[in-house]
């Protein structure tokens, strides 16, 4: 097991003192989806590699895209290079990453299905992901945190259960609505799953650990509370049980109004605000109880300009004395200009 710095409690990097609920000047700065084909380099190794998952498999491809975007722009964290659907590939699901398609599943719709998947996490291939997280570790400046992740399981759920990137979330509501005893089992599998994931990514180096729920927008209240807010509360917990130091960040992106009391319902130490809620609104009903980390609209950042001037001015002065991670509301597009990334990073952090 490698040292986790973070267990000391001790630490100067700015990433953590933020999410343990200390406000930084400058505000630290990272991106979801900072590794990815907005960079030619990231484009180059991807070819190297052949499929989209032989890069998520090979430590010292992943390593590299993983260091690419910190090593470029100075970012105050590296995110591990990697997908929330290694989780569903790990349990025995077909998973295949189609150019320009995005990714197809072979469905899992009913109790007889999750039944044929494997009843443990494969590591054959989570092992090549560990190593990349390892590896890592030991390639930081000493300034600059390393994030591991999750899919939250809803929304890996969704696309076990729709076979892909969802419109309507047709299926998988149908079965959670009309089955949900039977619909529990397929949650509780992946939680069951994420814990151990993430737990073996923080005994690997990582320092924080990030749950992605990026279609919490698309339950009704109820069924929000029973499907997102307590299995992140049961993953949380679990996290602090065996790793009380270890920063618990959680994106319920498009959870609207279910983004009041998240933080209080679920534990979290960080919460990801998606770009649709106001700085001043976030900064007065959210940051009180807990670290916040957003939420400039990706095509904000992908327009640059005065338009990105005026946008970051506005979120920095609403968030920045309070506990705040600067970040995007949603990933990096891929047709962004890497300079207007470089010019990011320099407003946020010149005064
Ligand atoms: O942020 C990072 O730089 C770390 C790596 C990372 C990836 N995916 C790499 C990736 C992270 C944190 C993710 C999370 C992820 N993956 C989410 C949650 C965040 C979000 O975007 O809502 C989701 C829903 C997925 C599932 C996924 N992976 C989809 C739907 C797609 C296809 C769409 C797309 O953007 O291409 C992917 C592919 C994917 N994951 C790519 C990357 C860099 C592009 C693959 C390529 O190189 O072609």
Redesign the pocket.
């Known amino acids: 097991m490698v040292a986790n710095r973070t267990n000391s409690g001790q630490t100067r990097k700015p990433l953590l003192l933020a999410l343990r609920g200390k406000a930084q000047l400058p505000p630290p700065i990272w991106?979801?989806?900072?590794?990815?084909?907005y960079l030619t380099e990231?484009r180059n190794l991807?070819d190297q590699a052949g499929s989209?998952l032989d890069?998520c498999y090979n430590p010292k491809l992943a390593t590299a895209v993983?260091l690419q975007?910190v090593n470029r722009f100075g970012f105050d964290a590296a995110?591990?290079?990697?997908?929330?659907?290694l989780i569903p590939h790990a349990l025995g699901q077909d998973v295949k990453?189609i150019?320009r398609d995005?990714?197809q599943l072979s469905p899992v719709r009913s109790v007889r299905d999750v039944d044929k998947l494997n009843s443990e996490l494969d590591f054959a291939h989570l092992a090549a992901v560990y190593e990349t997280v390892s590896n890592v570790a030991t390639q930081l400046s000493e300034h600059v945190t390393l994030i591991g992740?999750a899919?939250a399981p809803w929304?890996v759920a969704t696309?076990m259960v729709e076979g892909r990137?969802s419109k309507n979330f047709d299926l998988i509501k149908r079965w959670a609505f009309s089955d949900p005893i039977g619909f529990e089992i397929l949650i509780s599998r992946l939680t069951d799953a994420t814990i151990i994931h993430l737990c073996k990514q923080i005994e690997a180096g990582a320092e924080v650990v990030?749950l992605?729920e990026?279609w919490a927008g698309v339950l009704p209240a109820k069924e929000f509370l029973r499907w997102c807010i307590k299995p992140v509360k049961f993953i949380t917990e679990q996290i602090k049980e065996r790793f009380p130091n270890v920063p618990v960040v959680a994106?319920p992106?498009g959870a609207g109004t279910g983004y009041t009391g998240y933080a209080e319902a679920t534990g979290v130490d960080g919460l990801g605000v998606d770009y649709t809620l106001s700085p001043t609104w976030v900064a007065e009903r959210l940051q009180p109880n807990v670290a916040i980390q957003g939420n400039l609209d990706p095509a904000v950042l992908l327009v640059g300009g005065s338009a990105m001037k005026a946008a970051v001015s506005e979120i920095k002065l609403a968030l920045s004395s309070g506990p705040f991670v600067f970040n995007l509301g949603?990933?990096v597009l891929?047709q962004t200009p890497p300079e207007h990334v470089a010019e990011l990073v320099q407003l946020v952090r010149e005064d």
């Open positions: 991106l979801m989806r900072q590794a990815g084909r990231y991807r989209f890069l993983t975007p995110i591990l290079f990697s997908d929330i659907l990453f150019e995005g990714p992740f899919g929304t696309y990137t990030q992605f990026s994106f992106r949603h990933g891929p």
